[in-house]
């Protein structure tokens, strides 16, 4: 029988929208963070609709006891702080004047009601925020799509969270907030737990595994920030399956909030599901990097589980037949076509494709052409669809190691150990966990 | 020696055997620190790679630039040049051009026609290289 394992998508940016409706068929559910729900309500809950699919709002509380300036719009000399993030504290309860100017902390929540205050609008907003925005559209109203009424409420509502460092006394009030959501809710008692991976100690792990393990959590996201699943340690690796492996030993039903290919591995350590962007979404750090352009299109490497430059696949491709393309490489839909088409030195040029911009310094670069970035995210969320369907069918977590390390030894001889030595981690790091 | 000067003594070095060239070119979503072409008439295509310490590194970019270009080097300062660097760097097909103190540059190592040379890319490559030359010279 085959293993259940939740496939979310993670919606980025508004320009996701249509790698999300044309790759429907890729994934179970979607995610939405709540600033772009908040920033286009109406558009949002147009596309829920027309998806059919299951969706969660991610409250993002944890944003606002971030540096403030991280909320503020971009721009030198412009402290304004950005509208999605004010009218998102404004519905959640709190005075929208502290977004961009201070942080929240946890002392704002040191007395019961204030925490029974603020899940109660932060839950309410998830539950309404998209009805409410098509109660408010007319076009939606009288239109085909209304009879799709039924997708309107999320699948689960989150209760709040902030980030877990160990220091700011943030797990009281997540606990708090998850006491609070269980004891007003019938439906699934939903939460995020968001944890600094840099303090992930074997005692912090044991601390909260012990913590959320005693709560009223039915089913959970979890988000370890600035957690590079290709780079992090044996120990790293280890350490997070065995924190899945202890919360789903109790019950929880655990999410990752951003996962790559280890994250699918953890479903034989009890993960229930993963969740992943578009481009780059398999792992998020605690303060994102703000500027830099749009980043290079890269290729998803099917034998690695990894991103490689644009560059390397022609590296590993070049001189293969199309058929040792297929067996060694991939035979995504997406690869499959520029196959037929071109074989595989046409599958390159396709892939590489670029043309020349101007930088705002007049400098001329070769950008990535957005049918190159169209192709390569389309073979990305092709790819992953697969990887979903191998863990769930695969019957022991050895024969998908097995094939991982077989793999990826072919790679290794055309591009090196940096290419592959995550993949001893990863089989390191399972071997040091046990079983649910 | 910087690698800025590494780079100003290889383009001296090509430009004196008729290259017509550009430093940093974007070379597969990478720029390559100088790439040329030697006369419309000879067709051939050069990427040179130049490194002030780090030639694994060197090595790893130049071999990317093979997929699109007809010959390619690293570019080091004498002090760099070792065996272990000689060996791999002929294992690879990458020449390898040495730059001595005074800045003069001499080719340590001849590099070899590769199996990874993909027509089409060598052929965008180039399509790109002629029109900034045009739109420079225009």
């Known amino acids: 029988m085959a293993r259940e394992f939740l496939h979310l998508l993670r919606l980025g940016t508004h320009a996701e929208q249509d790698y999300v409706l044309r790759g429907r068929s890729f994934f179970d559910a979607i995610v939405l963070n709540a600033n772009l729900v908040e920033g286009s309500k109406?558009?949002?809950?147009?596309?829920?609709?027309?998806?059919?699919?299951?969706?969660?709002?991610?409250?993002?509380?944890?944003?606002?006891?971030?540096?403030?300036?991280?909320?503020?719009?971009?721009?030198?000399?412009?402290?304004?702080?950005?509208?999605?993030?004010?009218?998102?504290?404004?519905?959640?309860?709190?005075?929208?004047?502290?977004?961009?100017?201070?942080p929240v902390t946890s002392d704002w929540f040191a007395d019961d009601g204030?925490?029974?205050?603020?899940?109660?609008?932060?839950?309410?907003?998830?539950?309404?925020?998209i009805g409410n925005a098509l109660a408010d559209?007319?076009?939606?109203?009288?239109?085909?799509?209304?009879?799709?009424?039924?997708?309107?409420?999320?699948?689960?509502?989150?209760?709040?969270?902030?980030?877990?460092?160990?220091?700011?006394?943030?797990?009281?009030?997540?606990?708090?907030?998850?006491?609070?959501?269980?004891?007003?809710?019938?439906?699934?008692?939903?939460?995020?737990?968001?944890?600094?991976?840099?303090?992930?100690?074997p005692q912090n792990i044991a601390e909260l595994a012990g913590t959320y393990a005693e709560t009223d959590l039915d089913q959970a996201f979890m988000w370890l920030t600035n957690f590079d699943e290709h780079a992090a340690t044996v120990g790293q690796l280890?350490?997070?399956?065995?924190?899945?492996?202890?919360?789903?030993?109790?019950?929880?039903?655990?999410?990752?909030?951003?996962?790559?290919?280890?994250?699918?591995?953890?479903?034989?350590?009890?993960?229930?599901?993963?969740?992943?962007?578009?481009?780059y979404g398999d792992k998020r750090d605690l303060e994102p990097l703000v500027g830099g352009g749009l980043p290079p299109a890269r290729y998803y490497l099917r034998p690695v589980r990894d991103f490689v430059s644009l560059a390397d696949l022609g590296l590993v491709a070049a001189g293969i037949s199309e058929d040792e393309f297929r067996s060694r490489i991939c035979q995504c839909t997406i690869c499959e076509g520029l196959l037929r088409e071109g074989g595989v030195d046409g599958l390159i040029e396709q892939f590489t494709e670029t043309e020349d911009r101007l930088t705002a310094?007049?400098?001329?670069?070769?950008?990535?052409?957005?049918?190159?970035?169209?192709?390569?995210?389309?073979?990305?969320?092709?790819?992953?669809?697969?990887?979903?369907?191998?863990?769930?069918?695969?019957?022991?977590?050895?024969?998908?190691?097995?094939?991982?390390?077989?793999?990826?030894?072919?790679?290794?001889?055309?591009?090196?150990?940096?290419?592959?030595?995550?993949i001893g981690r990863w089989h390191d790091a399972m071997e040091m966990t046990e079983p649910v | 020696m910087r690698e800025a000067v590494v780079v100003e003594a290889v383009c001296g070095f090509i430009q004196e055997r008729g290259y017509a060239f550009l430093a940093e070119y974007p070379l597969l979503g990478k720029v390559a620190d100088v790439y040329g072409?030697?006369?419309?008439?000879?067709?051939?295509?050069?990427?040179?790679?130049?490194?002030?310490?780090?030639?694994?590194?060197?090595?790893?970019?130049?071999?990317?630039?093979?997929?699109?270009?007809?010959e390619v080097f690293l570019a080091v300062p004498e002090r760099v040049v070792?065996?272990?660097?000689?060996?791999?760097?002929?294992?690879l097909g990458v020449g390898l051009l040495v730059v001595v103190p005074s800045k003069a540059v001499r080719i340590a190592l001849e590099a070899k026609p590769t199996t990874n040379l993909i027509p089409s890319l060598r052929g965008r490559a180039l399509e790109h290289f002629t029109q900034r030359l045009l739109l420079l010279d225009g």
């Not at chain 1, 969706?55 to 971030?66: G, K, R």
């Not at chain 1, 603020?118 to 309410?124: E, G, K, L, S």
């Not at chain 1, 902030?162 to 609070?180: A, I, K, M, Q, Y």
């Not at chain 2, 070792?82 to 294992?91: M, W």
């Open chain 1, 114 to 129: 204030a925490v029974e205050d603020f899940a109660a609008h932060v839950i309410d907003y998830q539950r309404t925020a």
């Open chain 1, 361 to 422: 310094t007049g400098r001329v670069v070769a950008v990535a052409t957005p049918r190159a970035y169209r192709l390569t995210r389309f073979h990305y969320m092709s790819v992953r669809a697969e990887e979903f369907d191998l863990i769930r069918n695969t019957e022991t977590l050895n024969l998908v190691l097995g094939t991982l390390v077989a793999e990826s030894r072919w790679v290794e001889g055309r591009l090196g150990l940096r290419a592959t030595a995550h």
């Open chain 2, 37 to 70: 072409l030697l006369s419309l008439e000879h067709d051939r295509t050069i990427a040179i790679e130049c490194k002030e310490r780090d030639w694994r590194r060197g090595l790893e970019q130049a071999r990317r630039y093979q997929l699109a270009t007809d």
């Open chain 2, 82 to 91: 070792t065996d272990e660097l000689t060996q791999e760097a002929s294992r």
């Open chain 1, 238 to 279: 280890a350490g997070y399956a065995r924190l899945t492996q202890f919360l789903a030993s109790q019950g929880k039903a655990m999410m990752a909030s951003y996962g790559g290919f280890y994250s699918l591995l953890l479903a034989f350590r009890g993960l229930a599901g993963s969740s992943h962007g578009i481009g």
């Open chain 1, 42 to 102: 109406s558009a949002i809950a147009v596309l829920v609709t027309r998806l059919q699919k299951p969706y969660f709002i991610d409250p993002v509380t944890y944003a606002f006891a971030l540096d403030p300036r991280l909320l503020r719009s971009a721009g030198p000399g412009n402290p304004r702080p950005k509208r999605s993030f004010s009218a998102l504290a404004a519905a959640y309860g709190l005075d929208p004047g502290f977004v961009g100017v201070r």
């Open chain 1, 137 to 201: 559209d007319a076009a939606f109203l009288t239109s085909e799509l209304s009879d799709r009424a039924k997708w309107v409420g999320p699948h689960a509502t989150l209760a709040p969270y902030f980030v877990e460092d160990f220091r700011d006394g943030w797990r009281n009030v997540n606990v708090r907030s998850l006491s609070t959501h269980a004891s007003a809710t019938r439906d699934l008692r939903g939460g995020a737990i968001g944890v600094d991976s840099r303090q992930l100690t």
